[in-house]
């Protein structure tokens, strides 16, 4: 337990002086250290999801339209195709 001795003298130096300081200090250097092993961590999440073929979901685009009675439609490379309706058949608007 040589490293509990070296840890005692390092507080009698730097501790009982100035205890506030110290504090903060070993406050951001624990925090600093917890955020640096969490993201390695989530590193290594990614990194196994990616190889057992876990996709991240893609993000669209707005939704966009154009021309008379066109849908919006978005996403990523759609092709969408519209043909018209038979010639037979005739479309009423609904009376307001």
Same mark, same amino acid.
């Given at each position: ?8 003298? &390092?507080?009698?130096? &730097? ?6 300081? /110290? ?10 250290? &917890? ?49 018209? /309706?038979? /010639? ?9």
């Amino acid at each position: 337990m040589d490293w509990l001795k070296w840890l005692k003298g &390092f507080y009698e130096t &730097f501790g009982l002086p100035h205890p506030t300081i /110290s504090l903060v200090l070993i406050s951001l250097l624990g925090a600093l250290l &917890f955020g640096s092993g969490w993201t390695v961590i989530g590193r290594q999440v990614e990194k196994d999801r990616i190889g057992h073929g876990v996709k991240r979901e893609q993000k669209t685009g707005d939704a966009t339209t154009t021309g008379d009675q066109s849908p919006a439609v978005s996403g990523n490379s759609n092709n969408i195709t519209y043909e018209g /309706s038979p /010639s037979g058949e005739k479309k009423h608007k609904a009376r307001k």
